[in-house]
């Protein structure tokens, strides 16, 4: 992470996801209360640690899809959040909604993925639309 972490690969840790998740509003309005948070996902991570073997084994007996449906449901809010911050700002609207839409869906063109294309089309998109920002 340390070697990483200047060049955004910071969100290879999943300790880093949730000490922002638990460090948030959402885990509990008081910041003086918000510890409660960190310290159980912290016992959680001892526990998963703990249980690895095990958890490792249920999830590759489960179907695809439930994984798939789990992982969903547990970045639901991350999503919500997400797309209320990029679609707030009415200057940029419309050039988060084309790299949404674009990046999610999948397209691949001359070797290059979504993901690529989706952030050039959402660039273009707001200098056509905000040319003086």
């Known amino acids: ?3 990483t ?3 955004g690969g910071f969100t290879c840790n999943l300790a880093a996801i ?3 998740i638990c460090m948030g509003e959402e885990a509990d ?3 003086k209360k918000r510890y409660l948070a960190s310290t159980s996902a912290g016992v959680f991570y ?3 640690g703990l249980f ?3 958890l490792v084994a249920l999830f590759v007996a489960m179907p695809k899809e439930l994984t798939q449906m789990l992982a969903g449901f547990a970045l639901l809010g991350i999503i919500q959040r997400s797309l209320y911050l990029a679609m707030d700002e009415e200057k940029t609207r419309e050039g988060a909604l084309i790299t949404l839409l674009i990046t999610a869906s999948g397209i691949t063109f001359i070797g290059i993925n979504a993901p690529v294309w ?3 089309a959402g660039y273009i998109t707001n200098r ?3 040319p003086t920002t």
Do not use: E, R
């Open 1 to 3: 992470n340390l070697l």
């Open 5 to 7: 972490a200047p060049f």
């Open 18 to 20: 949730s000490a922002g």
């Open 29 to 31: 309005p008081d910041q």
């Open 46 to 48: 001892i526990l998963a």
């Open 52 to 54: 690895s073997t095990s």
């Open 118 to 120: 989706g952030l050039l």
């Open 128 to 130: 056509y639309f905000n």
